[in-house]
């Protein structure tokens, strides 16, 4: 469900989706987004007082954080959970320069034509799900989630989108939530980025690039929804599914799933 604020873009509750045994996510609780720096003094109040936020996490990396500092939310503890692991850091750094990548949308054109950075684009998601640096964040992530008994959650990254959208879906699958309306949530953040990426891409064209080209611009400024699928995918062939990932990756008890089933949905 769209949260509509004045300057926080991307924004969603988890509640309403269908979760294990037909019971229903509440509302209210789990919250993703795109990053608070530009949240206005209203959106910093909707989090405090309607969401009564008790945790914040920020996915994104040290320097992104620096750029854009998030808004303090009174109430709220914040924690930074870098998710890319600093092999992809370092291949970032190669392909694109930091300080192109703190802007990316004025030059992600330039970069969706060269062969590493389409890589990058390719391997993103594998990466977050397989590296043991991007599995002790979210386990972290996780935890903490659970040692919260009361309160509102809310996690983002820049957009809200990839390293965001990963968080959701564990949750969700912990939640027992269908895989459909897992790929459903994940896939809205297109609807939130696609006219910015139907702008870009048709830079993209106009320069002669092709598929390949435009779907680095689909990794970066919107999300790539089969490569979420495909990524799915890989965890059911090399795990045996999106619970067994968790009980084996993230460190997931049984225990942990009824926790946050007894708590999230009604």
């Known amino acids: 469900m ?29 919250i993703r987004s795109a990053h608070l720096h530009d949240a206005s003094d209203n959106d910093i109040l909707i989090l405090k007082q309607q969401y009564r936020l008790k945790r914040i996490f920020d996915f994104r990396s040290l320097d992104e ?17 870098p998710t890319i692991d600093m092999q992809m850091e370092k291949m970032t750094g190669q392909a694109i320069p930091q300080e192109a990548f703190l802007d990316l949308e004025k030059h992600i054109v330039n970069y969706a034509f060269y062969p590493e950075v389409q890589q990058m684009a390719r391997e993103m998601y594998p990466s977050l ?8 964040q979210y386990a972290t992530f996780l935890r903490l989630i659970i040692e919260t008994p009361d309160g509102g959650i809310l996690w983002h990254c820049f957009q809200g989108k990839d390293r965001t959208g990963w968080g ?99």
């Open 168 to 266: 959701a879906a564990f949750l969700l699958a912990i939640l027992g939530v269908e895989r459909e309306q897992i790929i459903a949530d994940f896939d809205l953040s297109n609807r939130a980025y696609q006219k910015l990426v139907d702008k870009l891409n048709t830079q993209i064209a106009q320069l002669g690039g092709g598929d390949n080209e435009m779907d680095v611009i689909r990794a970066f400024m919107g999300v790539s929804t089969q490569n979420f699928i495909n990524t799915l995918n890989l965890i059911d062939n090399e795990f045996g599914g999106m619970i067994p990932y968790l009980h084996q990756k993230l460190f997931i008890s049984k225990a942990d799933v009824d926790t946050l089933r007894n708590r999230y949905l009604a």
């Open 65 to 81: 954080v620096v750029h854009l500092k998030d808004r303090h939310v009174p109430g709220a503890t914040n924690h930074l959970l």
């Open 129 to 136: 799900i397989l590296s043991e640096f991007s599995q002790l």
């Open 2 to 30: 769209d949260i509509i604020f004045d300057n926080i873009l991307n924004a969603r509750d988890l509640g309403s989706l269908t979760g294990a045994g037909g019971k229903i996510v509440k509302s209210n609780c789990l």
